[in-house]
């Protein structure tokens, strides 16, 4: 019998912490973990004790992974590391809902939302909205990300560690079998678009649904596209989690004003793409889509709109979420009166469609929707500046 020649695990870029020089093992998939740990000399079930510290329990030192040896509690921290985005600022909002400001690599900032259930509705349901990429390419007209550009895509580390970082919030104090302590719903639906990322996403997906880690359902996992048709395509073999896309007109010669990826991918293809996600081959897969619709005064929401849109999803099993614009510096759009998102709506309802407002959340801190980074840039100058004059003071 010829001997088995154990894999060597060779760091790529995106696990290799270059701060430690060590591979930062949050974020890799449990075969990447095995692979991993094989090449250490060291049985491969070792993978899923190890998700189970770092995400079930928040442990972050090898040397407190009570089930490990001695010899292999050492031999991990000389090589690896446990390490998630910084958390350069957070903030609070009157409303419950917090949102965290994370340095990652080169200096870059991303945000991330973590959005609490209302008093007496849905009670411990926490959604946690993250982030794909650093900035974003798509520069969707009402978007305040898009205004930002694009810098880079987002590590897995990077995508797991937003979620990571906010259930240790929740966390403290707390036992870790205490489930209802801990996000219950992620949406990626922060800054960039997540299909344009795509292998990171997914991977850190996997990790959300991966009952050594997370344990989420599929149905409390939803990725928000502004539809990269060929990627949905894609995702609709590789994972099994919800969909949204993020619509906003009912026609062509709009939505290329208010969604420019439209130019390149029109409303046939998107929809033709929507129905092949619903419509999976595998019967386990039981679908339907979210379509998000921002309402803008004077610019979207009339009737002969909603009478465009219905038209538009007729054969698509789909509910309707439409969100009231909120505004940021020097946006061109306002805010749709709630009778005309009223008026709206009703023309949606009474065509058979379950249509939803969603309610603002987070807007005092720049956290709702189309709100993310913003002003990062204006704050940070502003804090450097405070930190600044405290010193003079103290000199």
Not at 59 to 88: G, I, R, Y
Not at 244 to 257: F, G, K, T, Y
Not at 259 to 287: C, M, T, W
Request: net charge positive; aromatic share 8%; proline share 4%.
């Amino acid at each position: 019998m010829t001997a088995k020649i154990p894999v060597v695990y060779t760091p790529d870029t995106t696990t290799f912490d270059k701060k430690n020089q060590k591979t930062n093992l949050l974020g890799m998939s449990k075969d990447e973990l095995s692979q991993f740990f094989v090449g250490m000399g060291e049985k491969s079930f070792r993978a899923t004790q190890v998700m189970k510290w770092i995400y079930q329990f928040g442990v972050t030192d090898f040397f407190e992974m009570t089930n490990l040896s001695k010899a292999l509690q050492a031999k991990l921290d000389k090589v690896a590391c446990v390490v998630p985005p910084t958390v350069k600022f957070k903030q609070f909002s009157e409303d419950g809902t917090r949102k965290w400001v994370f340095e990652v690599a080169g200096g870059s900032l991303v945000e991330t939302v973590l959005i609490p259930a209302e008093d007496g509705k849905q009670f411990g349901r926490k959604t946690l909205c993250v982030s794909s990429q650093v900035g974003c390419a798509l520069d969707c007209s009402f978007c305040s990300t898009g205004k930002q550009g694009f810098e880079r895509d987002l590590t897995a580390s990077e995508i797991i560690g937003q979620l990571w970082v906010a259930n240790q919030s929740y966390m403290q104090g707390v036992a870790p079998t205490e489930r209802e302590n801990r996000v219950t719903n992620v949406v990626m639906m922060g800054m960039g678009e997540p299909l344009l990322n795509y292998d990171p996403v997914v991977a850190s997906m996997s990790l959300m649904l991966d009952d050594h880690a997370f344990g989420l359902s599929k149905r409390r996992v939803t990725l928000s596209t502004s539809g990269i048709v060929p990627k949905m395509y894609e995702l609709a073999k590789d994972i099994d989690v919800a969909l949204a896309i993020s619509l906003h007109a009912p026609n062509d010669e709009l939505r290329n004003e208010l969604v420019p990826i439209n130019k390149k991918y029109p409303l046939a293809e998107l929809i033709k793409a929507a129905k092949a996600y619903v419509y999976d081959e595998n019967p386990r897969h039981k679908k339907h889509v979210t379509i998000e619709y921002v309402m803008l005064h004077g610019v979207n929401d009339s009737d002969k709109h909603a009478h465009e849109l219905v038209a538009l999803l007729a054969d698509l099993p789909s509910k309707i979420n439409l969100i009231p614009f909120n505004p940021f510096a020097h946006a061109p759009y306002g805010r749709s009166s709630n009778n005309r998102i009223h008026a709206f709506s009703n023309i949606l309802n009474q065509a058979g469609f379950v249509c939803t407002v969603r309610q603002t959340r987070g807007d005092d801190i720049d956290a709702a929707c189309g709100q993310l980074v913003g002003q990062v840039a204006d704050r940070t100058r502003r804090a450097k500046k405070w930190q600044e004059s405290i010193e003079k003071r103290q000199a």
